[in-house]
């Protein structure tokens, strides 16, 4: 396989700017081993669909990216959160009074996403927009596990579940932050093809 196919099977898919410098760091690579452009490169750098599944590993594909640059739905999780507590605060003025411990968890889920939000505010926007999306998200899981924190102390659900939301809650950070990583280098290397 040339090495122009190469590239076009191993960058398909990545952003400009990793693409750019994936060409030619591969590029010298090939030119380094003395090898012509024009001869096979598939011995030297390998299977394009594996550099592309590790590449993948490391940066953000288009789509991915894009949505980060201009987010639809990132305040979902704000919603649905503001929707549940007033259907709450309806169910507590009609007279229902075992909406106590779910209009606590929203409320203290509401405080903790309003301070997060306010936390997060001096970030660059497509950190912003991947961290307001599963914040809002994780509101709305937290202020069901609060509700069900305090109905475990009477017995009501059971206890497994309460305490697995906090491994789920690991679990969901780790990706965040393995997310938050791919973004960082992705737009390390997208910073210069959006200025020049």
């Avoid at 069900?148 to 059971?158: L, R």
Wanted: with cysteine; glycine share 12%.
């Amino acid at each position: 396989m040339r090495l122009e196919a190469w590239l076009a099977a191993a960058t398909a898919g990545l952003t400009p700017g990793v693409q750019a410098r994936m060409r030619a760091e591969y590029t010298a690579h090939v030119q380094d081993a003395g090898l012509d452009e024009a001869e096979d490169v598939e011995g030297l750098l390998g299977k394009p669909k594996k550099a592309r599944r590790a590449l993948a590993r490391l940066y953000l594909d288009v789509a991915t990216f894009e949505g980060l640059r201009e987010p639809r739905g990132q305040r979902v999780g704000f919603w649905i959160l503001g929707a549940y507590g007033a259907l709450l605060l309806l169910l507590w003025a009609g007279g229902n009074d075992q909406v106590g411990p779910p209009l606590n968890g929203v409320a203290i889920a509401g405080s903790l996403l309003a301070l997060f939000t306010l936390g997060i505010r001096r970030m660059g926007p497509e950190l912003r927009a991947l961290l307001q999306t599963n914040l809002g998200l994780w509101a709305v899981n937290f202020s069901f596990w609060v509700s069900w924190t305090t109905g475990a102390w009477t017995g009501e659900p059971p206890l497994w579940l309460v305490m697995g939301f906090p491994l789920m809650w690991l679990c969901w950070g780790a990706e965040i932050t393995f997310k938050a990583q791919k973004l960082r280098r992705t737009l390390t290397l997208e910073q210069p093809a959006v200025s020049a």
